[in-house]
């Protein structure tokens, strides 16, 4: 790699301290996934850190100091002597791979370099001044000009402008294929320090991605007396659970132990997952306490703030800030998928008795197709402007669906059901958007099992596959 001083001198080729080969589609994946991990007030947490281990292998890290997210990429060729770190923009890596077109992309990595200027009048580098003299002294400012900007050659006495004097800082490089080169900005050493993940770990919830889909779209970040913004995994019962107050979905799943799982981190791990993908939640055998090691001042109190209202005072020092953090529960739980290995924080929180409305009792049943209910829907809601709005859901000898336009306007729809009826008919209201958000969940031609109450209590639905879903109507049409 030829490098030019600003003097327009060629310097000695550099030779890169590291290089290797990898998968541009694998390294791609890894960087787009961990731009899912982000902080608003921390710019170092807009990079990722990018090793490349000695045998060539990539690992990619990030994390939003909640979740953090650690990517194997098995090297195709080439390798540097010793392990070399660096932090690089992720926006810039990924916008970089996805410029190029190559299966396999090239990554030599380039570290700084500091190279020493010399006096251009006598050749003289600045340390081989006598040590007990000032290698530069600024000469004299004559009268009326402030902004003075030379220097003195202490060993001839050369005058020229401060720039001269200044050495020639090579940075470090990330030299990305044929073309591209990136330039770390920023101190490896600014990285948060990353949670190893434990080799002793218990395999506590096995699932799927679809599975957890069907369930956590039930959450709500709005919480009042209860926190809902999780997934409660119950042994006891065998399901995983969610709910905002107004909705509740539950799946069967594997779990071996009680967790509770945060729903937006879940919603961030599962988004572009096929529905059949494997996720396999771990924890340790014992309950381990929150980490601050390697955590700075403004980390340390993002983190306080994240779990607490309480503002802390500029004045407190580290060490007073992770006392405090000392008393917040804390207990770490790890997940498998692909080639990538996370580590999320759980949440400690209050979760209300889902079992007091699970278990519907005396109710009729019908069975309607999926698509064909979504459909009916959708042209209820065609005039609509939003669909959160009651829609009057009515069971007869089929299901006839009203929703209120403006005034007298209205839309109407009605679905045929496979089996099963209501004597006598009745009718009760429910929000469009959650009933919308259930069918979605589901290809056309599943079945589902329609609990229908008689009076203003909630409608279940069932794909008698693990899935069971509730709604809660409401008050007004």
Same mark, same amino acid.
């Given at each position: 790699?030829?490098?030019? /001083?600003?003097?327009?001198?060629?310097?000695?080729?550099?030779?890169? #301290?590291?290089?290797? +080969?990898?998968?541009?589609?694998?390294?791609?994946?890894?960087? *787009?996934?961990?731009?899912?991990?982000? *902080?608003?007030?921390?710019?170092?947490?807009?990079?990722?850190?990018?090793?490349?281990? =000695?045998?060539?292998?990539?690992?990619?890290?990030?994390?939003?100091?909640?979740?953090?997210?650690? *990517? *194997?990429?098995?090297?195709?060729?080439?390798?540097?002597? /010793?392990?070399?770190?660096?932090?690089?923009?992720?926006?810039?890596?990924?916008?970089?791979?996805?410029?190029?077109?190559?299966?396999?992309?090239?990554?030599?990595?380039?570290?700084?370099?500091?190279?020493?200027?010399?006096?251009?009048?006598?050749?003289?580098?600045?340390?081989?001044? &006598?040590?007990?003299?000032?290698?530069?002294?600024?000469?004299?400012?004559?009268? =009326?000009?402030?902004?003075?900007?030379?220097?003195?050659?202490?060993?001839?006495?050369?005058?020229?402008?401060?720039?001269?004097?200044?050495?020639?800082?090579?940075?470090?490089?990330?030299?990305? =294929?044929?073309?591209?080169?990136?330039?770390? %900005?920023?101190?490896?050493?600014?990285?948060?320090?990353? &949670?190893?993940?434990?080799?002793?770990?218990?395999?506590?919830?096995?699932?799927?991605?679809?599975?957890?889909?069907? %369930?956590?779209?039930?959450? !709500?970040?709005?919480?009042?007396?209860?926190?809902? #913004?999780?997934? %409660?995994?119950?042994?006891?019962?065998?399901?995983?659970?969610?709910?905002?107050?107004?909705?509740?979905?539950?799946?069967?799943?594997?779990?071996?132990?009680?967790? !509770?799982?945060?729903?937006?981190?879940?919603?961030?791990?599962?988004?572009?997952?096929? #529905?059949?993908?494997?996720?396999?939640?771990?924890?340790?055998?014992?309950?381990?306490?929150?980490?601050?090691?390697?955590?700075?001042?403004?980390?340390?109190?993002?983190?306080?703030?994240?779990?607490?209202?309480?503002?802390?005072?500029?004045?407190?020092?580290?060490?007073?800030?992770?006392?405090?953090?000392?008393?917040?529960?804390?207990?770490?739980?790890?997940? +498998?998928?692909?080639?990538?290995?996370?580590?999320? +924080?759980?949440?400690?929180?209050?979760?209300?008795?889902?079992?007091?409305?699970?278990?519907?009792?005396?109710?009729?049943?019908?069975?309607?197709?999926?698509?064909?209910?979504?459909?009916?829907?959708?042209?209820?809601?065609?005039?609509?402007?939003?669909?959160?709005?009651?829609?009057?859901?009515?069971?007869?000898?089929?299901?006839?669906?009203?929703?209120?336009?403006?005034?007298?306007?209205?839309? +109407?729809?009605?679905?045929?059901?496979?089996?099963?009826?209501?004597?006598?008919?009745?009718?009760?209201?429910?929000?469009?958007?959650?009933?919308?958000?259930?069918? =979605?969940?589901?290809?056309?031609?599943?079945?589902?099992?329609?609990?229908? &109450?008689?009076?203003?209590?909630?409608?279940?639905? /069932? #794909?008698?596959?693990?899935?069971?879903?509730? %709604?809660?109507?409401?008050?007004?049409?």
């Amino acid at each position: 790699m030829e490098t030019f /001083n600003r003097k327009g001198k060629m310097m000695e080729e550099r030779k890169p #301290d590291a290089n290797t +080969r990898v998968p541009r589609q694998e390294l791609l994946d890894a960087v *787009s996934f961990s731009r899912k991990f982000k *902080s608003g007030s921390l710019t170092v947490l807009d990079n990722v850190k990018l090793t490349i281990q =000695g045998d060539g292998d990539v690992a990619i890290y990030a994390t939003d100091l909640e979740t953090g997210v650690v *990517s *194997s990429i098995e090297s195709d060729g080439g390798c540097g002597e /010793n392990p070399v770190d660096l932090l690089i923009d992720k926006k810039k890596l990924a916008d970089t791979l996805k410029s190029l077109k190559d299966e396999s992309v090239v990554l030599e990595f380039f570290a700084g370099e500091e190279v020493p200027d010399v006096c251009p009048e006598c050749g003289a580098a600045e340390f081989d001044a &006598p040590p007990d003299e000032e290698v530069l002294t600024p000469s004299p400012a004559p009268e =009326g000009a402030p902004n003075w900007d030379e220097k003195t050659c202490s060993k001839c006495g050369y005058v020229g402008k401060t720039k001269e004097f200044y050495p020639d800082n090579i940075p470090a490089e990330l030299k990305v =294929g044929e073309f591209f080169t990136l330039h770390p %900005v920023l101190n490896v050493d600014e990285f948060p320090e990353f &949670p190893e993940f434990p080799k002793d770990l218990e395999d506590v919830v096995i699932t799927t991605a679809g599975n957890l889909r069907k %369930v956590v779209g039930a959450s !709500t970040t709005d919480n009042a007396h209860f926190s809902l #913004d999780v997934v %409660v995994c119950n042994k006891e019962d065998g399901v995983m659970v969610a709910t905002d107050g107004h909705r509740l979905h539950t799946v069967k799943t594997d779990i071996e132990r009680d967790l !509770t799982l945060p729903a937006g981190t879940i919603k961030t791990l599962i988004a572009g997952k096929k #529905d059949d993908d494997d996720l396999i939640f771990s924890l340790p055998p014992e309950k381990t306490a929150i980490c601050t090691d390697g955590l700075k001042k403004a980390e340390l109190v993002e983190l306080w703030e994240k779990h607490n209202n309480e503002k802390l005072s500029t004045n407190m020092t580290v060490a007073e800030i992770k006392t405090k953090l000392e008393t917040i529960p804390c207990e770490n739980a790890y997940m +498998r998928t692909g080639n990538m290995k996370i580590t999320m +924080r759980l949440p400690e929180t209050m979760f209300p008795d889902y079992k007091a409305v699970t278990s519907p009792k005396d109710l009729q049943e019908i069975v309607v197709k999926a698509g064909i209910l979504r459909e009916g829907m959708k042209q209820a809601l065609v005039l609509t402007a939003t669909t959160e709005m009651a829609v009057k859901v009515s069971f007869n000898g089929s299901i006839d669906l009203e929703t209120v336009v403006e005034g007298d306007s209205y839309n +109407r729809a009605s679905v045929k059901i496979v089996s099963g009826g209501i004597e006598p008919p009745v009718s009760h209201n429910y929000n469009a958007r959650y009933i919308s958000d259930i069918l =979605g969940l589901f290809k056309d031609d599943v079945s589902l099992t329609l609990s229908v &109450p008689e009076k203003q209590k909630p409608l279940f639905f /069932n #794909d008698n596959a693990g899935f069971e879903g509730l %709604v809660m109507p409401t008050r007004t049409a």
